[in-house]
């Protein structure tokens, strides 16, 4: 099972926003509202920033959100801050015995 | 707080078996609502599920590296283990332990991961 697309590399400045793009098929993204995004800083365990497509654990800022679109998600993080530097995956449930897949990930650069 | 901790050698020789451990503390690995799973990630890049694990030992391991994996649960010592057989260069990786909370299928809680190294 292949992995889900993203942008290598997606860049912007403090206080902007940027968006991040996860595209799948209807086996994975497109069928199922199990779509979940993680930030990993270097060095760092990955940690859950956004589940079920929308869904914001508690404790992580309000400056991220998700949704989804066909068979592409997207994770937006807005009011970008030094501190969101980082790689950034997604991941969704996928009817096949992979159960689980990931996606390339895509390294977020502050300017 | 639910932590994870994994543990277990950092160097093994091609053609042997990996073996880790993690340990949950600040919850129960018996509770019904999470499966316990395995990721890993090859240095400079993406993450890879290995496979997962419920209470009741029911397993399921990600195609790619079915016939080499093993997975069990240790209620008693509130651990579940990782087998991985036949390892060779390409199983280097830093290795996660993550709770799945079973309702969303989301990875909640994570290790801090322990670097494999597969040399001779």
């Known amino acids: 099972q292949s992995a889900l697309t993203q942008p290598a590399s997606v860049s912007g400045s403090p206080g902007q926003s940027i968006t991040i793009s996860c595209t799948g098929t209807?086996?994975?993204?497109?069928?199922?509202?199990?779509v979940s995004w993680y930030q990993q800083h270097p060095g760092k365990a990955p940690k859950v920033m956004i589940y079920e497509v929308t869904d914001r654990p508690s404790g992580v800022s309000n400056r991220f959100s998700g949704s989804k679109s066909g068979n592409t998600a997207s994770l937006t993080i807005s009011g970008l801050q030094a501190e969101d530097e980082a790689d950034y995956y997604c991941?969704?449930?996928?009817?096949?015995?992979?159960?689980?897949?990931f996606g390339t990930g895509t390294k977020v650069t502050v300017l | 707080q639910v932590q994870l901790q994994e543990s277990g050698p950092g160097l093994v020789k091609p053609s042997q078996t990996l073996s880790l451990t993690c340990s949950v503390s600040?919850?129960?690995?018996?509770?019904?609502?999470?499966?316990w799973t395995w990721i890993r990630q090859p240095a400079g890049k993406g993450l890879e599920w290995i496979g997962r694990i419920y209470t009741s030992g029911s397993t399921n391991y990600n195609p790619s590296l079915k016939s080499r994996v093993t997975t069990s649960v240790d209620t008693s010592k509130n651990q579940f283990s990782l087998k991985l057989t036949s390892v060779t260069a390409a199983d280097t990786a830093m290795y996660y332990c993550?709770?799945?909370?079973?309702?969303?299928?989301?990875?909640?809680?994570w290790g801090l991961g322990t670097l494999v190294t597969v040399s001779s």
């Open positions: 993550a709770r799945l909370v079973a309702a969303g299928l989301y990875f909640d809680y």
């Open positions: 209807s086996s994975d993204v497109g069928g199922y509202d199990y």
């Open positions: 600040g919850g129960s690995i018996s509770s019904g609502s999470y499966y």
């Open positions: 991941s969704s449930y996928i009817s096949n015995n992979t159960l689980y897949v």
